[in-house]
C-alpha cells in the first residue's frame, strides 16, 4: 500500500537556520504530494502540494520538488522564522487500485522548533 | 468566516459514555472526510462521505458511526467511549474525491478525552 516516511523529530533550529525535512514515499501510480503544517492548537494547513514529477511547490518561502527517481518530497526552507514553529506533515494521495476515489496518506510529522 | 468549523473544540468525558461531534463546511464541497490524530500526532483517515454516500471507511469499530445529513454536515457519533478513543478529530473537506487535484481543507481539531 501507499506509505509516506518522514525524517524523525523534533528538530530545534536557531532564527535564520537552513531547514530541510526529509520526505520519502512509496506509492503505486501516480501520487500528487503535500506539505501540511499545524501550529500549536491549530488544524491543519496546506502549506504547498505539487501533482507531477519535477513540479516545485512553494508558499510562504517554503518549497519542495517532486523527485519521482528518488521518490522524495524534501521541505526547505533557507532562513526559519520562530513563527514557522510547528508540525510539519508530508502527505500523499493516489488513486488505490480497482477504484475511483483518492484518500491523504500522512506522514508521522515532524515537529519544528525554531528559537530566536 | 471558518471554511471548515467542528464543534466541541473540547470535550472531556467519562469511559462509556456516547458523545457526538458535529462538522459543517460552507465551501460548496461534495465530500468530506473524519481524520484522527493520536498522541503521537499520527494522522490516519477514518471515513469519508461524497454527496451523503459513503465512500471511504478505514476498519474504524462499529462504535464509531458517521451521519451526513446533507452535503454540507458530516457529524460523527461515538458510542461507548473507551479510554483508547482519545484523540483529536479533524473533519476535512474537498471538492471531489479524486485526491491529488482537489485540495483538502481542515477544521480546527475535537480534542476529546476519555476519563
Known amino acids: 500500500g501507499n506509505s509516506v516516511t518522514q525524517m524523525e523529530g523534533p528538530v530545534t533550529l536557531s532564527e535564520e537556520a537552513f531547514l530541510t525535512i526529509n520526505c520519502t514515499y512509496t506509492?503505486?501510480?501516480?501520487?500528487?504530494l503535500f506539505w501540511y503544517v499545524q501550529y500549536p492548537g491549530e488544524g491543519l494547513q496546506l502549506l504547498l502540494k505539487?501533482?507531477?514529477?519535477?513540479d516545485k511547490g512553494s508558499n510562504k518561502g517554503f518549497e519542495a520538488t517532486y523527485r519521482k527517481e528518488t521518490t522524495s518530497f524534501h521541505l526547505e526552507k533557507g532562513s526559519v522564522q520562530v513563527s514557522d514553529s510547528a508540525v510539519y506533515f508530508c502527505a500523499l494521495s493516489a488513486l488505490p487500485l480497482g477504484t475511483s476515489y483518492g484518500k491523504l496518506t500522512f506522514g508521522q510529522g515532524t515537529i519544528l522548533t525554531v528559537h530566536p | 468566516d471558518t471554511a471548515v468549523s467542528q464543534t466541541p473544540k473540547y470535550l472531556v468525558t467519562q469511559m462509556g459514555n456516547d458523545k457526538s461531534i458535529k462538522c459543517e463546511q460552507n465551501l460548496g464541497h461534495d465530500t468530506m472526510y473524519w481524520y484522527k490524530q493520536d498522541s503521537k500526532k499520527f494522522l490516519k483517515i477514518m471515513f469519508s462521505?461524497?454527496?451523503?454516500?459513503?465512500?471511504i471507511n478505514e476498519t474504524v469499530p462499529n462504535r464509531f458511526s458517521p451521519k451526513s445529513p446533507d452535503k454540507a454536515h458530516l457529524n460523527l457519533h461515538i458510542n461507548s467511549l473507551e479510554l483508547g478513543d482519545s484523540a483529536v478529530y479533524f473533519c476535512?473537506?474537498?471538492?471531489?474525491?479524486?485526491?491529488?487535484?482537489?485540495?483538502?481543507?481542515f477544521g480546527e481539531g475535537s480534542w476529546l478525552t476519555v476519563v
Open positions: 506509492a503505486t501510480g501516480y501520487p500528487s
Open positions: 476535512a473537506s474537498s471538492q471531489g474525491w479524486t485526491g491529488g487535484l482537489n485540495t483538502i481543507y
Open positions: 462521505y461524497n454527496n451523503k454516500e459513503l465512500i
Open positions: 505539487a501533482t507531477k514529477a519535477d
